[in-house]
């Protein structure tokens, strides 16, 4: 969002693959099956040290499920995933595997799911949510005694979180996570683990793959985070990225007859909307506020499907002045930016922002790239929620995949969170370790948009038919929102 900052620059530090013992002795999980769920879906836990230097310290309980492979006479192995967020639940992801995974998969694999640490079932954080709400209404602040302000309600949610959460606070990043899925996969008595992650997820793999590199057959990052960015590199990029999806929401507007903003200047309505919001004149038919915030943290959410449709018929609404359903919200990384979020972020990337004229000059420069949108809410909130945070135990870095098998990433050339500069960035970094399918479409999370992207990565999980080189899937209009030009 993945979630130098100040002078730290991509390339400050690189991490190699290094040589960690297996978690010998592990405690088995205890399967029964899962309360409320579907048939063939397993629950368990396992217990595990909060603090991996401390084996003999505090513990938690790790929140586990799995589905079976369904054709157990050709079963492959764990496949192991996660839906991102920071902050997403990896036990209800697997608990929808049938309805997102092709049957390939679930014949030949166990799909595995967890919370990570800190998350759902697995011990979450735990914040007033009275400060949440303080700190998410001031994260753009207008002068420099709103910074201040920003900074000390950050201290004191901080503080709050760290005191009702516990030391499980202190170790949230990546890292912690990766070391909690391979001793997941001692206790599943695998040698090898696959893994499938989305968004935030696919940093767990990439740590997972600079630590365990031996112990990955497939792996799969599925809209990348790209952890060698910068405060300004990170918000620009994520800027660039929410200008793009809006740029390639006028343009599907333009080609589609059925949309109520069809054959309108698209822009310039848009345009007149966020001067009006700005200005605090802006409301919706029941006369509730709309914000320029809103607006921004709206036009970011609708690229996630994409949902155009209904976004058109929200702007088209507010334009007007008649009634529509509001846009429907999106997880996104870091949406909203606050526990566990921020505990995860603030783990992984020094964002840096040294007072309010260091603030006033990232701020510029997300608006030089996003002119119509004003940046991205949810670059923009993340990088601010860091603002009282200690340095990051797990700071950025370029990181090194090398996997016995080369590990494939995913990106839609239009995502809106994870820009597709970041994939093609990590791959650059690790051209020998990594094969990179692009997507020429929008959306966030790709896997299952067409047959390509489907077929492509079911034959790697199932069969390790690495591609030999990269591979382009083409666009296909998103379901819901085909243009009448086809």
Request: proline share 7%.
């Given at each position: 969002m993945k979630r130098a900052?100040?002078?730290?620059?991509?390339?400050?530090?690189?991490l190699s693959a290094v040589a960690v013992p297996a978690h010998a002795g592990t405690a088995k999980i205890v399967w029964k099956p899962c309360a409320g769920e579907q048939p063939g879906y397993e629950c368990g836990t396992l217990v595990l040290p909060i603090d991996r230097s401390k084996p003999g310290g505090p513990t938690f309980e790790l929140a586990v499920n799995r589905h079976k492979a369904t054709d157990p006479a050709?079963?492959?192995?764990?496949?192991?995933?996660n839906p991102g967020g920071p902050?997403?639940?990896?036990?209800?992801?697997?608990?929808?595997?049938?309805?997102?995974?092709?049957?390939?998969?679930?014949?030949?694999?166990?799909?595995?799911?967890?919370?990570?640490?800190?998350?759902?079932?697995?011990?979450?954080?735990?914040?007033?949510?009275d400060l949440v709400e303080k700190q998410q209404a001031a994260i753009y602040p207008r002068t420099a005694t709103e910074f201040a302000q920003l900074v000390t309600v950050e201290k004191r949610l901080r503080a709050d979180c760290r005191a009702r959460t516990g030391s499980?606070?202190?170790?949230?990043?990546?890292?912690?996570?990766?070391?909690?899925?391979?001793?997941?996969?001692?206790?599943?008595?695998?040698?090898?683990?696959?893994?499938?992650?989305?968004?935030?997820?696919t940093l767990f793999g990439q740590m997972y793959a600079e630590r365990y590199a031996g112990r990955v057959r497939a792996m799969v990052i599925d809209s990348t985070v790209d952890h060698?960015?910068?405060?300004?590199?990170?918000?620009?990029?994520?800027?660039?990225a929410v200008e793009d999806s809006f740029h390639e929401w006028v343009k599907w507007n333009q080609r589609t007859a059925s949309s109520p903003l069809h054959g309108q200047d698209v822009v310039k309505i848009w345009d007149g909307l966020m001067a009006?919001?700005?200005?605090g004149a802006l409301t919706d038919a029941d006369g509730n506020k709309v914000t320029a915030t809103k607006l921004k943290d709206e036009a970011g959410s609708m690229g996630y499907g994409?949902?155009?449709?209904?976004?058109?018929?929200?702007?088209?609404?507010?334009?007007?002045?008649?009634?529509?359903?509001?846009?429907?919200?999106?997880?996104?990384?870091?949406?909203?930016?606050?526990?566990?979020?921020?505990?995860?972020?603030?783990?992984?990337?020094?964002?840096?922002?040294?007072?309010?004229?260091?603030?006033?000059?990232?701020?510029?420069?997300?608006l030089r790239n996003a002119p119509h949108v004003r940046g991205s809410h949810l670059g923009h909130a993340a990088t601010t929620a860091c603002l009282a945070?200690?340095?990051?135990?797990?700071?950025?870095?370029?990181?090194?995949?090398?996997?016995?098998?080369?590990?494939?990433?995913?990106?839609?050339?239009?995502?809106?969170?994870?820009p597709y500069e970041w994939a093609a960035a990590i791959h650059g970094q690790n051209k020998a370790g990594t094969v990179l399918l692009s997507y020429g479409g929008w959306g966030h999370g790709v896997y299952p948009y067409t047959g390509c992207t489907r077929s492509t990565t079911d034959n790697y999980l199932t069969a390790l038919k690495v591609p030999a080189g990269n591979l382009h899937c083409a666009a296909q209009e998103p379901a819901g929102a085909d243009s009448d030009q086809g």
């Open positions: 900052l100040g002078a730290l620059t991509a390339g400050v530090m690189v050709h079963r492959v192995g764990v496949l192991f995933v902050g997403g639940s990896g036990v209800q992801f697997a608990g929808e595997a049938e309805q997102y995974f092709s049957p390939q998969i679930l014949e030949r694999f166990d799909i595995i799911g967890f919370d990570p640490r800190g998350v759902a079932g697995s011990k979450p954080v735990l914040c007033d949510q499980m606070y202190d170790h949230m990043s990546a890292v912690d996570v990766a070391d909690d899925m391979d001793a997941l996969r001692g206790a599943l008595g695998e040698a090898k683990l696959n893994y499938y992650g989305i968004s935030y997820g060698s960015l910068g405060t300004e590199a990170f918000l620009t990029s994520e800027a660039r009006k919001a700005e200005r994409p949902d155009w449709p209904r976004f058109s018929a929200w702007v088209a609404a507010l334009h007007t002045g008649k009634k529509a359903p509001a846009p429907s919200r999106a997880a996104a990384l870091g949406e909203p930016v606050a526990e566990p979020v921020a505990a995860s972020l603030c783990s992984d990337f020094n964002f840096t922002i040294r007072d309010f004229k260091h603030y006033q000059q990232l701020t510029a420069a997300e945070s200690p340095k990051a135990s797990n700071p950025q870095h370029i990181p090194t995949l090398r996997t016995p098998n080369k590990i494939l990433m995913l990106n839609s050339a239009h995502d809106p969170s994870t």
